[in-house]
């Protein structure tokens, strides 16, 4: 079946453009996950939706970051006024469910490069 | 905070050999911990996943173990191959509203 997909595979900005990012989870999946990987800072952890909402934005490296989720299913996350810093690989990742049995099933990913 | 360490950070051997990579994570109350691979340029691909309440998993020539009272998973490849040359990446779920917390890798490079 279908993995989780997300567009654009590349992006290139420049300094202090917004920019969107797309995720669509694998269906009927509920949980979905926002990572980040830049070369300094390793893989972390961004954001986390249970159906719609998000219970804890505090992941989220500045007030610049935004994330929703429509229907379950699609999620964008925006970067305003981008910085060189928000470079990386934007990764998401969805599960089917939380606990125990939380697989996390990864995207391949958004290069984001901020010129 | 977790942090989860893996060692070695890199690792060149001959194809055939038997191999070990060690993870540590320093909070013990996980719910589980995953495996994954990352080739260079691309997403990452779940090799295993051990429940908390579980000592190891196999897929074929992969068998992962955990410890989780000392804070420890190895990823053994039995019999390498060069397709096995990739990042391998360790990664604990704790609950609550948190994502994976990541290892920094093991880059793996199997000589053919």
């Known amino acids: 079946g279908a993995g989780v997909s997300q567009s654009p595979s590349n992006k290139v900005t420049e300094k202090g453009k917004d920019v969107e990012l797309r995720c669509d989870p694998i269906?009927?999946?509920?949980?979905l996950y926002w990572y980040r990987q830049s070369l300094g800072q390793g893989l972390e952890f961004l954001i986390y939706?249970?159906?719609?909402?998000?219970?804890?934005k505090s992941g989220l490296p500045s007030d610049r970051f935004s994330a929703e989720r429509t229907g379950g299913s699609v999620s964008t996350l925006t970067i305003q006024r981008t910085q060189q810093e928000d470079s990386a690989v934007y990764l998401c990742?969805?599960?089917?469910?939380?606990?125990?049995?939380?697989?996390?099933?990864f995207g391949p990913g958004t290069r984001l490069t901020v010129t | 905070k977790q942090e989860v360490t893996q060692i070695p950070a890199a690792l060149s051997v001959p194809e055939g050999e038997n191999l070990v990579l060690n993870c540590s994570f320093t909070?013990?109350?996980?719910?589980?911990l995953q495996w994954f691979r990352q080739d260079p340029g691309k997403g990452l691909t779940s090799l295993l996943l051990?429940?908390?309440?579980?000592r190891e998993q196999t897929s074929g020539r992969l068998n992962a173990s955990l410890d989780k009272s000392s804070g420890r998973s190895t990823l053994y490849i039995a019999a390498s191959q060069p397709g096995d040359s990739a990042t391998y990446l360790c990664?604990?779920?704790?609950?609550?509203?948190?994502?994976?917390?990541f290892g920094k890798g093991t880059h793996l490079i199997i000589q053919p």
């Open positions: 051990i429940q908390s309440s579980q």
């Open positions: 269906s009927g999946h509920t949980a």
């Open positions: 990742a969805s599960s089917p469910e939380r606990g125990l049995r939380n697989e996390q099933y």
């Open positions: 990664a604990v779920f704790g609950g609550g509203a948190d994502g994976l917390t």
């Open positions: 939706f249970q159906g719609n909402s998000a219970p804890d």
């Open positions: 909070d013990s109350a996980i719910y589980n």
